[in-house]
């Protein structure tokens, strides 16, 4: 079977003026069509940019990342977006909805750059809301809804181009642990329904509900294999310092 | 994504901000305003114009004599010798010599100006007779002390009963035999209608030397020949020509409306400046907008919005923010020249109408089109190549 995302020794370098951050340093691993992932790590761990990569929104400084077996490391700006829209679901930790659109609309803007007509989009921006159970609300603005409702609304925006993979971006960041939960158990219907589902967190209790976790640090992959394992939410550096009594 | 749903989505954006975009548009509303009502001014102008030096006749030549300072003389004996003998070119002639005295009719001293004519002068000009008869060539040679009065004289003072009534020039008093047809629509003092036409033989023992023609051309095709050929006579008389003029109404008038057209020209060059700055006023609002709306410039482009589209929508936001102006400025335009036409009209007592040109609002609207477009150019430019990492993360 042939992975849906897979990394060969992706490096990512920023420069700034004289000194050259490494934000992704030889990052090889592979997700399959179905699987539900976790990519876990803190701050400056280069999870931002493993997300930034996956989503093709950037390309890899060096190494190949090929996307259901396109390399998208050879695309230009305008194959990015084609690409973004046919494969990419994006749920984000802001909703990053369109606040002028109501929610039918929000949720019809990438079936509209896939060149979908009006009346077709209509009808599966609909099927979409309906999926999270907001359909009756199509007419609202976003702003008449809770952050619960509003992710709802940008999960359904991210199903409506009915993509290869969902990438969520820190879903439950903005939102309380009980809705967090919600959007959560939505995500795993997904992952039931057979969608591919990458999930985004510096959260280790969000992270184990994925069914699989890789865990980064320094750029690197330190961990990568199911969510159950016990390994699976410390890090071998971290379970280090633990064992040497712990910080403080 | 369609050309139709772009301009479906700007003419959104564009309803959300009304007062933005209607301080936005009010330079290109002003400018486009301005354009149309100088043009039609201009416009009405050259018809005004037009319309008075072709009621004067077109097709006349007036030769004008300085005989001072000359050996030689012309005649009038001589000017119809000379119109005669070039008649392939030249018709009709008449002396005009303009009388000094007022005109006296009874005790009342009147503003109608005296002209001592032959009796071509009213076919030159085109009158007809609304009662009894012109001037004849008997009346000429026998210095008849006879006239043929304007419609005003007729209706005014003489409650239309002029004919075989008597009134005074400078001290003589002439016998009314005609009237002529009124020619304006309104009769009024020191018009059209308003005037006295004697034996120009009568004239001229009144107040001496004839030294003005009004000749008449053949054919107005071959204008500018008529011409050369009475300036040849002329100069054959003369020898000189610094003695005479011959000025045609054609060429005034050629020359009036061509001083009207550079008029207009740099007023509505003027008035466009205003349309140049409106166009900055859009580019500075639309620089502003792509700011505000970085963060939604990097959501649609993560949903896929190519730079095209980002593009085409900035610039088809402004291209109908500037057509809207353009459009509100048509209506102005059209009100104001109306207004104008109304103000123009009391303030001058003349029928002088602002009738903007199609030409000119098509041209305002197309600049107004193009001045968006333009000046949305630079700003879509830079919404189109934000980064959508950046964007998105952008507060």
Request: glycine share 10%.
């Amino acid at each position: 079977m042939k992975p849906l995302i897979e990394f060969q020794q992706v490096c990512k370098y920023y420069h700034m003026g004289d000194t050259t951050v490494v934000a992704a340093d030889h990052i090889s691993f592979q997700i399959f069509q179905g699987e539900f992932v976790a990519i876990v790590g803190s701050s400056g761990s280069g999870k931002s940019t493993c997300m930034n990569i996956i989503g093709c929104l950037d390309v890899p400084s060096e190494g190949t990342y090929l996307l259901d077996g396109r390399d998208v490391g050879q695309m230009n700006k305008n194959e990015l977006a084609e690409i973004r829209n046919e494969l990419l679901g994006f749920i984000f930790q802001q909703y990053n909805l369109l606040p002028k659109l109501n929610l039918a609309e929000n949720v019809e803007v990438p079936l509209m750059y896939a060149g979908v007509n009006k009346s077709e989009r209509r009808r599966r921006a609909l099927d979409s809301l309906d999926r999270v159970g907001l359909k009756e609300k199509w007419r609202h603005k976003p702003n008449q809804l809770s952050g619960g409702q509003q992710q709802r609304v940008s999960i359904a925006r991210a199903l409506a181009g009915n993509p290869a993979v969902i990438l969520a971006d820190e879903p439950t960041g903005a939102l309380d642990s009980k809705t967090g939960r919600e959007v959560l158990a939505l995500l795993q219907n997904l992952h039931a329904a057979g969608n591919t589902v990458v999930l985004i967190t510096h959260d280790n209790s969000i992270a184990v509900q994925a069914q699989r976790i890789i865990r980064l640090e320094d750029g690197q992959v330190v961990y990568d294999g199911p969510s159950d394992a016990p390994e699976a939410v410390v890090t071998p550096r971290a379970a280090g310092r633990t064992a040497g009594g712990g910080p403080g | 994504m369609n050309i139709v749903e772009s301009l479906g989505l700007a003419v959104k954006n564009i309803i959300s901000s009304k007062t933005r975009t209607l301080l936005t548009m009010l330079g290109i509303i002003i400018g486009v305003a301005a354009v149309i009502v100088i043009v039609g001014l201009g416009n009405g102008l050259e018809g005004y114009v037009t319309d008075s030096f072709s009621s004067m006749g077109t097709n006349t030549l007036t030769v004008s004599v300085m005989s001072r300072g000359s050996t030689r003389t012309l005649e009038v004996e001589d000017m119809y010798g000379i119109v005669a003998e070039n008649s392939q070119y030249l018709d009709l002639c008449s002396p005009t010599a303009s009388m000094m005295g007022s005109v006296k009719i009874g005790s009342d001293t009147t503003s109608t100006a005296a002209t001592g004519v032959s009796e071509d002068y009213l076919s030159i000009k085109g009158y007809a007779l609304s009662k009894g008869r012109g001037l004849q060539y008997s009346d000429i040679l026998q210095r008849s002390r006879v006239c043929v009065v304007g419609a005003y004289v007729d209706q005014a003072y003489y409650g239309g009963n002029s004919v075989g009534q008597t009134l005074r020039v400078g001290g003589t008093s002439l016998t009314i035999v005609g009237v002529v047809e009124q020619q304006s629509d309104e009769l009024e003092e020191g018009g059209t209608d308003d005037f006295l036409y004697l034996p120009y033989s009568t004239a001229s023992r009144l107040s001496g030397r004839i030294s003005t023609y009004t000749v008449t051309v053949q054919n107005e095709d071959t204008f500018a020949q008529s011409k050369e050929a009475l300036e040849n006579a002329l100069y054959g008389v003369f020898e000189s020509d610094d003695f005479y003029t011959v000025t045609s109404m054609a060429e005034i008038l050629e020359t009036m409306t061509n001083m009207i057209n550079i008029l207009v020209y740099v007023l509505a060059g003027i008035a466009a400046i205003s349309l140049v700055v409106g166009g900055i006023g859009i580019m500075n609002i639309m620089l502003v907008s792509v700011t505000e709306r970085t963060r939604e410039i990097g959501i649609r482009k993560s949903l896929g919005a190519k730079e095209r589209y980002v593009m085409e929508q900035f610039v088809i936001e402004a291209a109908v923010t500037s057509a809207l102006g353009g459009a509100i400025g048509i209506l102005l335009g059209y009100g104001l020249s109306a207004a104008a036409t109304q103000v123009v009209t009391s303030v001058m007592d003349a029928s002088l109408t602002v009738s903007p040109t199609f030409g000119a609002v098509l041209l305002a609207f197309g600049i107004s089109v193009g001045i968006g477009i333009f000046f949305g150019y630079l700003p879509a430019k830079k919404a189109a190549a934000l980064n959508p990492i950046d964007a998105l993360h952008y507060d």
